[in-house]
C-alpha cells in the first residue's frame, strides 16, 4: 500500500491538470465576454466536482482520496493578468505556487 503523502501528491496532480485545463478553456471561451471577466475578478471561478464512487469496497479509498483532492483545491490560486504589448514575455513558462 502506498504512503498517505505519496497518494496525496498522485491525487494533486490529477486535482491541478483538471483544474488548470478547466480554466484555461473556459477564459479563452469567454474572452469576449465582459461579465465573465468581472464575475472572475469579484469572485473567483467555481469548479464544479462529480462522482460515480460510490463506499462499497475499494471504491471508499478512491472516494477518500476524491474528498481530499477537493480540499486541496480550494488553496489553488490563478493570477490573470493583462498584457499591453505581445513580446518575449509572453513565451515565457507560466508560474504557479502553491503550498499546504
Known amino acids: 500500500m502506498k504512503s498517505y503523502k505519496h497518494r ?14 478547466t480554466f484555461i478553456f473556459k477564459l479563452i471561451q469567454s474572452m ?8 472572475l475578478m469579484e469572485v473567483g471561478f467555481l469548479v ?9 469496497g ?5 472516494l477518500e482520496d476524491f ?6 483545491a480550494n488553496n489553488l490560486l490563478f493570477k490573470v493578468s493583462w498584457v499591453k504589448a505581445w513580446d518575449e514575455a509572453c513565451l515565457s513558462a507560466p508560474r504557479a505556487g502553491y503550498s499546504r
Open 67 to 72: 474528498i481530499i483532492a477537493i480540499h486541496d
Open 8 to 21: 496525496r501528491d498522485i491525487v494533486f496532480c490529477h486535482t491541478v491538470s483538471t483544474v488548470v485545463t
Open 58 to 62: 475499494d471504491e471508499a479509498g478512491m
Open 32 to 39: 469576449g465576454n465582459p461579465l465573465f471577466l468581472e464575475q
Open 48 to 56: 464544479h466536482w462529480e462522482s460515480l464512487l460510490s463506499t462499497i
